[in-house]
Structure formats: structure tokens, C-alpha cells
């Protein structure tokens, strides 16, 4: 299993490229299945979960052909004859349950994994199931699986109980195969929502309202070939925007649009960074100071993100005094804090909060990652401790961040990657 060595205290400086978005990418990928043509997506990133869906979509008997150097994904979904995302594929990856909406609308069955528990919650997915049933589908439970069947699906009015961003993407999906109009409210408005509204219509699906609470979708026959460049990944940038204001440095990130991290933003400067923005770039520069305390609290979209939660946290070990970390979004997202505590950081849980007690030195260790975004805090937190960090069980950063140690020693860290 591969591990991280990181010595702190190098400056960051420079540029660097942004990936393309995982989070953005994964829908389109499943988007695949309801399109009667060839799905050619660009810019995809090469990591994990991308890999673990191209796994799943060639199991149902998609044709994928997969250039990585040039970044471009062709998806052809016709030949789907398999209607069972197998438990093998979904417990890898809880995106997975993104098949379900699509295969439903487009082949009348499906077969899904429920994905069970995972290290930041139970992240059940009772609201992707009463959408479908709301569009027509009968929906049973059988064996740890969704068995979900329908003729065509019918448009509806359905109100979602929270924005989540997983049901908003698959109940738009299966929307635009139903008939007539659907209206989903209360969806989430998360910029990954108005990315897949995007490569929808770039195959005939008529959507209104993405990026608001509403959407209306009128329902087409068929969907013919979806062309989509899938954006620069938000979370990533947000992470070494970071990086550059916790070591000191000043940190360009090229390839991602500011308005996607407004609320990151807003927080960098109320923290003392710098920050200037083109249409594709942000730039943030520390002045050499120590950040100050922002206290800040999860929300959706266009609240704080609970995806930079925990490297938000890690900023705030640096910050002089007290600082409030609310998680509203997940309720067991804090897997990073004994890890942090640790390498000498001064965290108390109470209940969805963390209060930090910044302006504590940190001391290198050796830490588990245990779930994506813990494990780039505690990377962050490798970049200014005392001495050499071990990260282990990087696979959780290797879902999320494509060669993040690479991306880092160009700004000048003294990061490795060990294969042990
Ligand atoms: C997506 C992102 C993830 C991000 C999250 C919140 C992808 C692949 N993942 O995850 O990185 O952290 O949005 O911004 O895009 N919930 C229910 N019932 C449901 C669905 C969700 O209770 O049917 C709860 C979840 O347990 C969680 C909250 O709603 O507590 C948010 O989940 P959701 O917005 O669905 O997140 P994901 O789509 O899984």
C-alpha cells in the first residue's frame, strides 16, 4: 500500500492545474446510459472513482474506450444488456447508485447495490428511491439491493426533504427519458448540478432551473449523443489554495472557475489572504502571515462546502485562538481530528462541532487517512509540521486528488510517494 512522506515547512509558489472534476465527472459518466448515441466526454480526470465507474458501466455491457493521455472518454451505451450494478462495484464507490435513475428511464429495470455505511456516515438513499416512485417506479428492497422496474417513467412534481446532490443528479436523468414535464424542488444547486444540466442538453434534454431550488425538465423519447468538458475540480483547487496560505507561499490555481468557490473564497479573505480571480484562475497570496480564525458552518450549496471541511479545519490549527467548525451536512465527517490531534493539534468534538485552539505548533507523525478529504487534511498538515509526516492508506487520496504529490513538489513541498 502506497504511503506519503511529507517534510514541512517548504513555502509554496507557483502555478498549478487543476484536474478535472471528479464529482462533476461521475454523473456524466452515468449520464452515458441514457444516451442513444456515442457519450464523448473530455477532460476527464484519471483517478479512482472514475476508474470504478468505467468498471461499472463496461460490467453492464457499455462499450468504453478510454484515452488517458488526451483526457477523452467515448461511452457507447446501446450495447447495454446487463441491468445489476453488483455490490462489488457500488461498495467501492457510492456514486455508483447514479446508475439507477438512468438505467430505469432508458431500459424499464434495474438492479442496484444498496452502498451501505462508509467511514463519513450512513449516507442512506431513501430520497433517490421516493423520487423514482414518484416518476412511476415500483421500487422493492431485496437482499441488500434495489430492485427498481417501470414502463416509461411519468413526469411529476416531487419535493425533494433535503438538497441532496446525489438524488437531484439521478432523478434529473431519469426525468429527461419521462414523459411529460417533471419538477423537482428543493434540488440541490451545487455547480456539479449545473455541469450535468449542461451535458444533458448537449444531447436534446430540455432542462430549466439548474444552479436555483427548481428544475423542469420536459421528458424526450431519447437522448441522442452527449459532448461535455467536464470543469476544473473546485475541492481540488480549494485544497492548495489552502496549502499556499498555510505555509506562507502565494498559490495560483489555473483551469477552475471563482465562481464555483465563492463561500471558500469569502472565508480565504476573512482569513487574511490576498485573492485575485480571472475567469478560469484564482490567485491567493499569504503576504507571509499567518492566517487568522474564520469559524465556519457546512451548508449546501452556495453555503460552505462539508468537501473542505476538514482541510478548513487543519488551516485553522494555525490561526491565533479559538475557532468553530460546524459540520451540518454529514454527521460522523470528523475522522480527521484524532489524526490531527495527534501530530499535536488542540481539537474538542462537541456533538457536529469542533472547536480548535489554534496557534499550536504541529509535529509530524505518522497518520491514517481515512476518508478522501481527511486524508488531504492531513497532507496539509504534513506541509507545515515539525519534521516528516506518514500518511498511510492513500488510496482514500488517490479516489479524489489525481497526483497530488506531484502537483505539490512543483510548488516546491518536500513530498514522496513510497510504494511499500
Ligand atoms: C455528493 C458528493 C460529496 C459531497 C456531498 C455533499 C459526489 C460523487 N459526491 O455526495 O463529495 O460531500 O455531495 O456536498 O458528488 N442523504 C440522505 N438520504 C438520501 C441522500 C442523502 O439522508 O437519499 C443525506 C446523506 O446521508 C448526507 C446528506 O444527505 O448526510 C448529503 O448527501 P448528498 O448530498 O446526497 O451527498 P452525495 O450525493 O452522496
Not at 446487463?82 to 432508458?106: C, I, Q, T, W
Not at 472565508?267 to 491567493?284: N, P, Q, T
Not at 502537483?407 to 511499500?420: F, M
Request: net charge negative; glycine share 10%.
Amino acid at each position: 500500500m502506497d504511503e506519503l512522506r511529507v517534510t514541512g515547512g517548504k513555502v509554496l509558489k507557483g502555478d498549478v492545474l487543476i484536474s478535472g472534476s471528479k464529482n462533476a465527472g461521475l454523473p456524466v459518466l452515468f449520464a452515458s446510459v441514457l444516451s442513444s448515441g456515442t457519450t464523448d466526454i473530455q477532460n476527464v480526470p484519471v483517478l479512482q472513482d472514475i476508474k470504478s465507474s468505467v468498471a461499472l458501466l463496461e460490467s453492464l455491457g457499455a462499450e468504453v474506450f478510454w484515452d488517458r493521455e488526451s483526457r477523452d472518454l467515448k461511452i457507447q451505451s446501446d450495447s447495454i444488456s446487463n441491468f445489476e450494478a453488483h455490490y462489488d462495484l457500488v461498495r467501492k464507490m457510492r456514486a455508483s447508485s447514479l446508475a439507477l435513475g438512468p438505467l430505469l428511464a432508458r431500459f424499464g429495470k434495474a438492479k442496484v447495490s444498496l452502498p451501505g455505511g462508509c467511514a463519513i456516515g450512513a449516507r442512506p438513499i431513501e430520497i433517490h428511491l421516493e423520487g423514482l416512485k414518484a416518476l412511476g417506479a415500483q421500487i422493492d428492497l431485496e437482499q441488500g439491493y434495489v430492485l427498481a422496474r417501470s414502463q416509461r417513467l411519468r413526469g411529476c412534481r416531487y419535493e425533494l426533504p433535503f438538497p441532496s446532490v446525489g438524488a437531484t443528479e439521478n432523478l434529473m436523468m431519469a426525468a429527461c427519458l419521462a414523459s411529460g414535464e417533471t419538477e423537482l424542488c428543493l434540488v440541490a444547486q451545487e455547480p456539479e448540478i449545473v455541469e450535468l444540466a449542461k451535458a444533458l442538453r448537449s444531447a436534446g434534454a430540455e432542462i430549466e432551473g439548474e444552479g436555483s431550488s427548481t428544475l423542469r425538465i420536459q421528458g424526450k423519447e431519447s437522448l441522442s449523443e452527449i459532448h461535455h468538458t467536464i470543469c476544473g475540480d473546485r475541492i481540488e483547487a480549494g485544497t492548495y489554495l489552502i496549502a499556499g496560505l498555510m505555509t506562507g507561499g502565494a498559490v495560483k490555481v489555473l483551469g477552475v472557475s471563482p465562481d464555483h468557490l465563492t463561500s471558500v473564497i469569502v472565508a480565504l479573505k476573512e482569513a487574511g489572504a490576498e485573492i485575485e480571480v480571472g475567469s478560469d484562475w484564482i490567485s491567493l497570496d499569504s503576504k507571509g502571515r499567518r492566517p487568522l480564525s474564520v469559524p465556519i458552518k457546512t451548508a449546501p450549496h452556495p453555503g460552505f462546502p462539508t468537501d473542505m471541511q476538514a482541510q478548513w479545519m487543519t488551516l485553522m490549527c494555525l490561526a491565533e485562538g479559538k475557532t468553530e467548525i460546524e459540520e451540518l451536512i454529514f454527521e460522523n465527517r470528523f475522522m480527521h481530528v484524532p489524526e490531527l490531534s495527534r501530530m499535536g493539534a488542540h481539537l474538542a468534538i462537541h456533538g457536529q462541532k469542533v472547536e480548535v485552539v489554534g496557534g499550536c505548533e504541529l509535529k509530524a507523525a505518522p497518520v491514517m487517512a481515512t476518508d478522501l478529504r481527511a486524508s488531504a487534511s492531513l497532507v496539509l498538515a504534513g506541509l507545515v509540521a515539525h519534521g516528516t509526516t506518514i500518511v498511510r492508506r492513500v488510496y482514500h487520496l488517490d479516489r479524489g486528488y489525481e497526483q497530488m504529490e506531484v502537483k505539490l513538489q512543483k510548488l516546491g513541498a518536500d513530498i514522496q510517494r513510497v510504494h511499500s
